[in-house]
DNA sequence: CCTAATAGTAGCGAGTCGAAACTATTGCAA
DNA sequence: TTGCAATAGTTTCGACTCGCTACTATTAGG
């Protein structure tokens, strides 16, 4: 248990110093957060409520952050036709930039050796399951792993939203992910 | 470089989540971080400043997070005799109660494997250790670690403060600690 | 068809955050 | 000794997050 109490520790300690640099510009880490689910999400998962939900936060919060984003010309608005409630953010350029921007916890982590990197993400990704678990919450994975993806010619196929995937979006998040 | 936005990635989100959790009763993440620490730090380590400096915000919003957390009842405030600019705060019982408590994410981190668990704590560390290196930042680490540390017949002696420690006070967290 | 569920927004109050301006001490050097 | 610079903490500002509740629009299902 005193371990358990230190990976918190450390996970929010890191994730703090990793905000704390974050705040550059006109924007604070939750936007910035945004953005970069944004730039990693596939166009069935841009909604404010999927960003809600991947974030922890309130569809309410999203709503301003998206209406700041906005105004600042990151990110621009798409409706749809079939479901007039749904709303589709997609990133600007610049908000691209913003997004495929790295920090200096990236760098830090680089200095890891291979398996050690291999290692982390194995327990990371083993705790996040289980937190996810426990409170209910979607995995957020990406399409080629997941229970609806069929390969393809080329690209892949969503099973569950019949829906050909180009090649790239097979990496991307999606919010109906369902792990094999 | 994949791998490793996938790690931060995986950091934040689990932060993310346990933050939103940690909402409860009259207390928010930061002020329950701050509880948090308080519970860890030694007595030359409870002040404004290096309450900051640990989570990586301004003097400014701890000593705001301070004034909620003395009139909720969760601090009182040590003014000490020899430098009057500085301040220690305490926890009190209620706030003791509150440092103590665990999440859910201690649980999750609580099914993975013994030596999963500190492999993880282990490379976590160094990426911390790599972070506060690029920005500068003190390690805050536990006296029992610092080479300033010496043992005695009970609990330790700081070599740099001239001041013995309390068998207990060897775990506890100080601002001045430097690793062997 | 009508009610329930869903998606998004608006407003509230408390609080975070960086930044800058401010007060009160303490340290150091000429 | 004086006299500034550094340090510790506070206050205020504006933008924003966050949980919450109330609200509107749209869609789905019995």
């Known amino acids: 248990m005193e371990d358990h109490l230190h990976i918190r520790e450390l996970i929010n300690r890191l994730a703090r110093l990793d905000a704390a640099s974050a705040w550059a510009g006109d924007l604070n880490p ?4 945004v953005l970069g689910y944004l730039g990693r999400a596939n166009r069935f998962s ?3 409520s999927h960003v809600a939900e991947y974030l922890g936060t309130t569809r309410g919060t999203v709503s301003q952050s998206f209406k700041s984003l906005l105004q600042k010309g990151y990110v621009t608005e798409y409706r749809s036709a079939q479901d007039k409630r749904t709303i589709s953010f997609e990133l600007t350029s610049r908000g691209a930039d913003i997004a495929r921007q790295t920090g200096g916890l990236e760098n830090s982590i680089s200095e890891l050796e291979t398996d050690q990197i291999h290692g982390l993400q194995a327990s990371l990704s083993a705790i996040l399951k289980g937190l996810l678990r426990q409170n ?4 957020f994975g990406v399409c080629s792993s997941c229970i609806h993806f069929k ?3 080329v690209g892949g196929f969503c099973t569950l939203l019949s829906e050909p995937l180009s090649t790239e979006e097979t990496s991307l998040i999606c ?4 792990g094999v």
Chains 1, 2 share one sequence.
């Open 30 to 33: 939750t936007q910035r957060a």
């Open 46 to 48: 841009r909604s404010p």
């Open 175 to 178: 919010h109906e992910q369902r």
């Open 136 to 139: 209910g919450g979607r995995a």
């Open 151 to 153: 390969t393809a010619d």
